[in-house]
């Protein structure tokens, strides 16, 4: 786990968090006036991590992560209307909860923040940014490389704690021994194309804690124009993992 200013911006309103024992994971990527952005994306990765541990016996992880989504959510909100300076702040969120048995991962996110898989070799985005860009890419009326250099990419249509209610996505997908999953902002993303990200996380696959380094040095080499965050979750190749042991 690793987060970066960049070499642009004063502040980093990324924010990323981590609860080994739940195997849950989240980047948040806020956005707002005075110190609204750093506020919300924080206050919404904690607030996720802590109802996720609250519901943990209750439901599935679908309707577990959702809920968490959204007291995440109603969080921001409710701080943003008690404090007039704060008013309107958000962030995007993307989070993954592995099963115990590692056999799954459910994946949800709300902007566009990313999670990607790697698996033999091949890297997969599993998350569609909510975006205006990712929209005209959808309708094919622009490129995705046209979309990193749109003026109008940082326009999301979702995100957590703008308004009373979010809508994630919510998925749940396969996890094989071996899969490497990444958790971004979109400061990583902006300026490396999925088939550097492929690359990179190949090379360096074998220690992650140098992959995380790698990944923000490459994007920083690039301009580092906007905060740069990385999650990386590999599960164990040879044997079916312990949460505690990631
Ligand atoms: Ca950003």
Do not use: W
Not at 126 to 148: C, M, P, Y
Not at 172 to 198: A, E, K, M, W, Y
């Amino acid at each position: 786990m690793l987060t970066d200013v960049g070499r642009v911006r004063a502040h980093n309103e990324d924010a990323c968090a981590a609860d080994t024992q739940l195997g849950l994971f989240v980047v948040c990527d806020g956005m707002g006036g005075a110190a609204g952005g750093e506020i919300a994306s924080r206050e919404a990765a904690a607030a996720l991590l802590k109802t996720a541990k609250q519901l943990q016996l209750d439901g599935g992880p679908l309707e577990r992560m959702d809920g968490a989504i959204r007291a995440a959510n109603h969080t921001v909100y409710q701080h943003a209307r008690q404090e007039p300076r704060l008013r309107g702040m958000g962030t995007t969120l993307v989070a993954l909860e592995l099963s115990r048995d590692a056999a799954s991962a459910c994946v949800a996110h709300a902007g566009d923040s990313r999670c990607y898989r790697l698996r033999a070799l091949q890297l997969e985005r599993l998350t569609q940014d909510h975006s205006l860009v990712e929209e005209q890419v959808r309708l094919g009326e622009i490129t995705a490389e046209e979309a990193r250099r749109s003026h109008l990419r940082n326009v999301i249509t979702r995100v957590v704690g703008s308004n009373p209610n979010v809508q994630p996505d919510v998925v749940l997908h396969t996890v094989q021994p071996g899969d490497i999953f990444l958790l971004c902002s979109d400061g990583l993303t902006r300026d490396l194309s999925d088939g550097d990200l492929r690359s990179i996380l190949n090379r360096h696959r074998r220690n992650l804690a140098h992959t995380a380094r790698v990944l923000v040095d490459a994007a920083n080499l690039l301009g580092g124009g906007d905060n740069i965050t990385v999650i990386l979750i590999a599960v164990d190749g040879d044997a079916p993992p312990q949460h505690s042991g990631l």
